[in-house]
């Protein structure tokens, strides 16, 4: 780094990691007349597995150090940012492409894939949101279900992969069942499929578990794509910043679907992502915290014979076959966001798991 790029970054508090760290807990603090979470009135939002806890102090810090600079362009943060990812997975600038959010990602692999005729693999249920770009391209949607322990049945799934397949879609762990599958199984898995295809693997709830990206992987094979974001565990949901890892080669056809490679991100997004980088404190606390509520709302949900999924991430999916009540009813007239049914057989829902406060509330309102 030149030593002027340096001070410069010092002066945005990017360059420092010495910054007051608040009690996290005391940070799900409520945003007044914004979305009013906690707030008397406001809803709780357990519903798109934000972090409540987030952004990280670091992050707010650099956000409000840069608002000086919003009149220009973002030219200078992207390349910091994309230095400092590399750093940290142990790759090189050439394998990062960075973006509004994975969903921009999800979307740009979809695109790419589109470029030929075909079809596309995943399982059901998985987060689809980007499907609907694909279909919309003329791919046809092929959806294979997970097993009975909510598991991928990557057997299936190799069986299914068809001459026209484009892109198999992976998300470990799987959104919204919070099932991860062993690394083992899935480097297997990737090795055959990608003999024939292009995979795409999406990380966004991997920091939440112990297991490593795949992205040493990804950096070696060029059908390979692993995406991940700043939305979960860092807390910068609004911000919008994402980035894939893959083969210097496959970065480059997917960074030619953007008008302004890396360009995407706000000078803003980008300081926040790089400081909460730093952050690790942030990381582990939000961990630590979610790991307890999670065991909270798990317990309870034993005691009230309601089945679920052990989960790797921040929401739990859990069945509400033999539930009495009317559990949406009961979520609503208590002011609490949750999601739907994603399984019709055995009534499969998922929330995401807030704060302890929230949990309670969350369990009081379905008791
Ligand atoms: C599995 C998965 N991938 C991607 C996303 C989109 O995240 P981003 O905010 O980075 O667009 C989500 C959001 O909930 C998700 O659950």
Redesign the pocket.
């Given at each position: 780094m030149h030593t002027n790029r340096r001070n410069w970054l010092k002066q945005l508090g990017l360059g420092v990691a010495a910054i007051g760290v608040a009690p996290l807990e005391t940070l799900a603090a409520p945003v007044p007349g914004l979305f009013r979470d906690g707030m008397p009135g406001g809803p709780i939002r357990l519903r798109?597995?934000e972090n409540p806890y987030g952004p990280s102090p670091m992050a707010k810090t650099a956000i409000a150090n840069v608002a000086n600079i919003t009149n220009r362009y973002n030219w200078e943060l992207p390349s910091e940012l994309i230095t400092t990812l590399a750093q940290k997975y142990r790759i090189n600038n050439d394998n990062i492409l960075l973006a509004a959010?994975?969903?921009?990602l999800?979307d740009l692999t979809a695109r790419f894939a589109a470029l030929q005729e075909g079809s596309f693999l995943m399982a059901n249920p998985t987060?689809d949101?980007w499907t609907v770009v694909a279909e919309r391209l003329g791919l046809k949607k092929i959806a294979v279900p997970v097993m009975a322990n909510k598991q991928y049945d990557l057997p299936a799934m190799l069986n299914a992969i068809r001459s026209d397949t484009r892109l198999i879609y992976l998300?470990n762990p799987n959104?919204p069942t919070g099932a991860i599958c062993n690394r083992d199984a899935l480097v297997k898995f990737i090795q055959e499929a990608t003999q024939k295809t292009l995979v795409l693997v999406?990380e966004?709830?991997i920091d939440f578990t112990d297991q490593p990206s795949l992205c040493d992987l990804a950096i070696e094979n060029k059908n390979l794509v692993v995406?991940k974001?700043?939305?979960?565990i860092y807390g910068l949901?609004g911000a919008?910043?994402?980035y894939a890892l893959a083969h210097a080669d496959t970065i480059v056809q997917l960074s030619q679907l953007q008008s302004w490679p890396n360009g995407a991100i706000s000078v803003i997004s980008t300081a926040a992502a790089l400081a909460s980088l730093k952050d690790t404190t942030f990381v582990n606390d939000t961990r630590t915290l979610i790991e307890k509520a999670k065991k909270y709302t798990t317990s309870q949900f034993e005691r009230l014979k309601i089945p679920y999924i052990p989960s790797s991430s921040n929401f739990l999916y859990f069945s509400l076959a033999n539930y009495k009540k009317d559990f949406f009813a009961q979520l609503k007239s208590n002011n609490i966001l949750g999601t739907r049914i994603y399984e019709e057989q055995g009534r499969w829902s998922r929330i995401t798991v807030g704060t302890m406060q929230e949990m309670e509330r969350f369990i009081n309102a379905i008791d």
């Open positions: 798109s597995n959010g994975s969903t921009e999800l987060y949101y998300c959104n999406d966004a709830y995406v974001t700043f939305s979960k949901a919008r910043v994402g």
